[in-house]
């Protein structure tokens, strides 16, 4: 089952619900463009069937004031082998049918409509809003894209799992960074508050990691002026090891960098070419790194070293937010 929008939508008091299937080889062209640019990794892809639906103006069942309406477009799009899926969301006011404990007079409140797939097997589904890559309120999907288009959701849906849009980072060269999480990683410095992402982006062996910074900062001691990016400020008996971020696995075993790096317990270390205050981002490659098969659906977490060690912790401070790229091999 393909969802864009799953609530009671009732189309008695306004609104319609259309849909049509096109073999039109301009609409189609376009479509695949479209795939294309949004998962490079099928660059001949061309759509020979496309299937729209579109929710146009719809109130919620129960409503109270027929003006509260949605506005939504599904698009399939098949080439007898591979499948993609795009969610175009223009208007999201409501969220919620009477149904579902959304109040009558605004269709808000109680629980949010859902917008995903399901196997129809019981086995698999996947939730558009809420997955641990992208956690959000449906009223946020027109404002949201993985495909540079706000209210354009993609997703390739011909394999096991659903996926999302690898895109292009950067162009040229062998392979590209991908980015991995769609919300902010954040992680804290103590109380076990590290950040975490699923992969929902595209299994396969990690080559290099880096983590770009966006805000924030953490400290490994009770003073401000030890505010940092990756580690902590001038504490001079750290100046040989400043940095103290650390990727793990659901289950805290390290993924990067490489283990041999670490100094034993602490989970500091060193990375040439970085500063702990000043660097925007920390790149794991090469003799500081090992690379790792990182399977779809599986979480990454980001840790603050000290705290994951759980190795004088109580007196750090601060939180710090990234976004996660890797080169696949
Ligand atoms: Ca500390
Ligand atoms: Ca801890």
Request: aromatic content about 14%.
């Amino acid at each position: 089952m393909i969802a864009p929008f799953w609530a009671d939508v009732v189309t008695t008091k306004g609104g319609a619900i259309w849909y049509r299937q096109t073999t039109s080889k301009n609409v189609l062209r376009e479509a695949s463009l479209d795939v294309r640019n949004a998962f490079p990794e099928f660059p001949n892809f061309s759509a020979r069937w496309m299937f729209v639906a579109t929710w146009e103006k719809v109130p919620f069942y129960g409503t109270k004031n027929k003006n509260i309406t949605n506005t939504f477009q599904s698009v399939l799009l098949s080439d007898g082998r591979h499948s993609f899926v795009r969610f175009n969301y223009y208007n999201i006011t409501w969220t919620s049918a009477t149904t579902s404990g959304g109040k009558s007079s605004n269709g808000l409140g109680g629980t949010e409509a859902s917008c995903g797939f399901n196997s129809g097997f019981g086995n698999y589904h996947y939730n558009v809003t809420n997955n641990g890559y992208r956690n959000i309120s449906v009223l946020d999907l027109p404002h949201k894209t993985n495909v540079k288009q706000p209210g354009v959701l993609m997703f390739r849906t011909d394999g096991i799992t659903i996926q999302e849009p690898t895109g292009r980072t950067t162009k040229g060269g062998e392979s590209e960074w991908v980015k991995m999480n769609f919300d902010e990683v954040c992680f804290g410095a103590r109380n076990d508050a590290y950040g975490s992402f699923v992969n929902h982006v595209k299994g396969g062996r990690v080559a290099a990691i880096k983590l770009v910074y966006l805000r924030g900062f953490v400290r490994c001691a009770n003073s401000a002026v030890h505010n940092s990016r990756w580690g902590c400020s001038g504490i001079k008996k750290l100046s040989h090891f400043p940095f103290n971020v650390i990727g793990t696995n659901q289950n805290n075993r390290v993924l990067f960098p490489k283990e041999e790096i670490l100094v034993y317990s602490t989970m500091w270390y060193n990375l040439p070419f970085a500063d702990n205050q000043h660097s925007n981002e920390l790149v794991f490659t090469g003799d500081y790194f090992n690379s790792f098969h990182f399977p779809l659906n599986d979480q990454m977490k980001i840790w603050y070293g000290e705290d994951l060690a759980n190795h004088s912790e109580r007196d750090n401070h601060g939180r710090v937010c990234v976004d996660v790229y890797v080169k696949f091999i």
